[in-house]
């Protein structure tokens, strides 16, 4: 039975080399890639693609491991200063074997540490304060975390329909962040994300979520007996609560009946809209304002006029939410487009969401840095993205 194995990663700039030991090869590559030990700063600077890694042996016991470790170590004379290897090997151990087993550090100590380490590589002392990365560089590191994922055909789909990280993960329901971790196999989809994506693709998921590593793609779920609430069911009387809950706080009766007459449920609505579904629950119960693009697409869907359909049984007038009260109309549509968010701009501009949005309702003034950024992403001219309808 194998154990675990002796590899030695070797950088091509400078011929310095590092030996290691791991029971998981793909986890400890990517540790070396986002750690802060000597051989992960050397990676990290120099880029992965100029290492080269060699599998020296493969060991059935710790035991076997250690030795071996030692013995590659000084074989390849990899020890610092003449390699990564700060140590002989064969020494990090678990359990017993450690020099700390059994001792703990007392409060002071801990004390000490959390004041030493407070605030450090923040603010001023920061060695990138007061920087920016380039948009060529925000570009690189986004094809660098983009290229992780073994769901090739799913990133091919993503730019055919030019839609980005944070915009497929509003459609799906989920927050980016959760959505880049799947994407980039530190989560499992589910088989909810599995309809979402068949549904906002149109392609089977056999297709979108095929491995270029081989791998089966395995989809979590709770239902049939995982789900807590399997071989139950909900008294009449809990539905029609539940169903009074979701749909009967809505003051847009006139929307809710066009949808009824139509047989849309709002997952349909949101599909048909290009929203999540909690953003378009929210709306409908009236605790966000719909924006100018969600009314033309209501009155788009149903053919009604969208006064009949924006009528609140509370009285209350509807006024759209701000992007529709921007100056900029050319680059608003341009935006509109490309599925981006403010959020997403902000990042590619390197500002806060809330600097951006303040942008575009003229409160404050985009720079010269700005729209030249903007041309370059957006593929228009300056002019006819700086024209305001004032």
């Given at each position: 039975?194998?154990?675990?194995?002796?590899?030695?990663?070797?950088?091509?700039?400078?011929?310095?080399?590092?030996?290691?030991?791991?029971?998981n090869?793909?986890r400890?590559?990517?540790?070396?890639?986002?750690?802060?030990?000597?051989?992960?700063?050397?990676?990290?600077?120099?880029?992965?693609?100029?290492?080269?890694?060699?599998?020296?042996?493969?060991?059935?016991?710790?035991?076997?491991l250690?030795?071996?470790?030692?013995?590659?170590?000084?074989?390849?004379?990899?020890?610092?200063?003449?390699?990564?290897?700060?140590?002989?090997?064969?020494?990090?151990l678990?359990?017993?074997?450690?020099?700390?087993?059994?001792?703990?550090?007392?409060e002071?100590?801990?004390?000490?540490?959390?004041?030493?380490?407070?605030?450090?590589?923040?603010?001023?002392?920061?060695?990138?304060?007061?920087?920016?990365?380039?948009?060529?560089?925000?570009?690189?590191?986004?094809?660098k975390?983009?290229?992780?994922?073994?769901?090739?055909?799913?990133?091919?789909?993503?730019?055919?329909?030019?839609?980005?990280?944070?915009?497929?993960?509003?459609?799906?329901?989920?927050?980016?962040?959760?959505?880049?971790?799947k994407?980039?196999?530190?989560?499992?989809?589910?088989?909810?994300?599995?309809?979402?994506?068949?549904?906002?693709?149109?392609?089977?998921?056999?297709?979108?979520?095929?491995?270029?590593?081989?791998?089966?793609?395995?989809?979590?779920?709770?239902?049939?007996?995982?789900?807590?609430?399997?071989?139950?069911?909900?008294?009449?009387?809990?539905?029609?609560?539940?169903?009074?809950?979701?749909?009967?706080?809505?003051?847009?009766?006139?929307?809710?009946?066009?949808m009824?007459?139509?047989?849309?449920?709002?997952?349909?609505?949101?599909?048909?809209?290009?929203?999540?579904?909690?953003?378009?629950?929210?709306?409908?119960?009236?605790?966000?304002?719909?924006?100018?693009?969600?009314?033309?697409?209501?009155?788009?869907?149903?053919?009604?006029?969208?006064?009949?359909?924006?009528?609140?049984?509370?009285?209350?007038?509807?006024?759209?939410?701000?992007?529709?009260k921007?100056?900029?109309?050319?680059?608003?549509?341009?935006?509109?487009?490309?599925?981006?968010?403010?959020?997403?701009?902000?990042?590619?501009?390197?500002?806060?969401?809330?600097?951006?949005s303040?942008?575009?309702?003229?409160?404050?003034?985009?720079?010269e840095?700005?729209?030249?950024?903007?041309?370059?992403?957006?593929?228009?001219?300056?002019?006819?993205?700086?024209q305001?309808?004032?």
């Open positions: 039975m194998i154990y675990g194995i002796i590899y030695k990663i070797t950088n091509a700039l400078c011929g310095l080399s590092y030996v290691g030991q791991t029971v090869l793909k400890r590559i990517y540790q070396h890639r986002t750690g802060d030990q000597f051989i992960d700063k050397a990676i990290q600077r120099d880029g992965w693609e100029n290492f080269t890694l060699d599998i020296l042996a493969v060991c059935n016991s710790k035991e076997e250690n030795e071996k470790e030692v013995f590659y170590i000084a074989y390849y004379n990899c020890k610092f200063p003449n390699g990564y290897n700060l140590t002989d090997g064969g020494e990090g678990p359990g017993e074997s450690n020099p700390f087993y059994g001792r703990h550090h007392t002071e100590t801990k004390a000490i540490l959390r004041e030493k380490n407070l605030g450090r590589n923040c603010g001023e002392d920061h060695y990138f304060y007061g920087q920016h990365h380039t948009l060529e560089r925000c570009l690189v590191f986004s094809e975390h983009r290229g992780e994922t073994p769901y090739k055909n799913l990133l091919k789909e993503m730019e055919r329909l030019q839609l980005t990280y944070t915009a497929l993960a509003e459609r799906m329901g989920l927050t980016q962040p959760a959505l880049s971790m994407i980039r196999d530190k989560l499992s989809f589910t088989e909810k994300d599995a309809e979402n994506l068949v549904i906002i693709f149109d392609r089977p998921i056999e297709y979108l979520l095929q491995r270029d590593d081989g791998l089966p793609t395995i989809l979590t779920s709770r239902a049939g007996e995982k789900n807590p609430f399997f071989g139950k069911h909900h008294t009449g009387e809990n539905r029609t609560k539940f169903s009074k809950m979701n749909r009967g706080e809505s003051p847009y009766k006139n929307l809710l009946k066009e009824d007459e139509l047989h849309i449920t709002y997952r349909g609505l949101t599909i048909l809209m290009g929203v999540s579904i909690v953003n378009i629950s929210r709306k409908m119960r009236g605790e966000r304002n719909f924006t100018a693009k969600d009314i033309a697409k209501l009155v788009e869907i149903f053919g009604c006029p969208a006064e009949y359909l924006m009528a609140r049984d509370d009285g209350i007038v509807v006024t759209p939410s701000n992007r529709g921007t100056p900029f109309k050319n680059l608003a549509k341009e935006l509109d487009k490309r599925n981006m968010t403010y959020t997403a701009l902000g990042k590619i501009l390197g500002v806060t969401h809330q600097t951006i303040d942008k575009m309702h003229g409160k404050k003034r985009f720079t840095k700005d729209w030249a950024k903007l041309s370059e992403i957006l593929n228009c001219p300056v002019e006819y993205l700086m305001r309808d004032e």
